[in-house]
């Protein structure tokens, strides 16, 4: 991994203190990241999941998108799931291929100083318990 991928895993690691949280770097200085055990709020049938994503070698100049979670999510009054909720998609790393469902939420105006994967990941997180 990059330094900047270093310190940003470090940074999730030091937000999501009591999850934990699966890094395998990817070739390019990069990292595929799996954060576990995160709450899904009140809409959902099923009340956690993991959450994943890859820090591309670019970071923290390009945007950490798209965020993967649960495979199967619905929502607990059987209404449809949000737009930019897509079923069916699978969490690719070099080492698994898990079924996922695909959370589309790309950072429009992507601030390298301010915009942080784990700032990204809260983001998703409060996005998903409100849809």
Excluded at 20 to 25: F, G, W
Excluded at 44 to 70: E, K
Excluded at 94 to 122: E, G
């Amino acid at each position: 991994m990059n330094p900047a991928v270093s310190i940003a895993v470090d940074e999730i690691r030091a937000t999501f203190t009591d999850h934990q949280v699966d890094v395998e770097p990817d070739a390019q200085g990069g990292a595929f990241l799996k954060v576990h055990n995160l709450s899904l709020g009140d809409h959902y049938a099923q009340a956690r999941s993991w959450f994943a994503f890859r820090i591309t070698f670019q970071y923290p100049h390009a945007d950490v998108y798209p965020h993967y979670c649960m495979h199967a999510l619905s929502r607990r009054d059987g209404r449809a799931l949000a737009q930019g909720i897509h079923l069916n998609h699978s969490w690719q790393t070099p080492t698994q291929n898990t079924p996922a469902t695909m959370l589309s939420r790309r950072s429009n105006r992507l601030n390298p100083s301010l915009d942080t994967a784990a700032t990204k990941l809260l983001k998703v997180l409060d996005w998903i318990r409100s849809a």
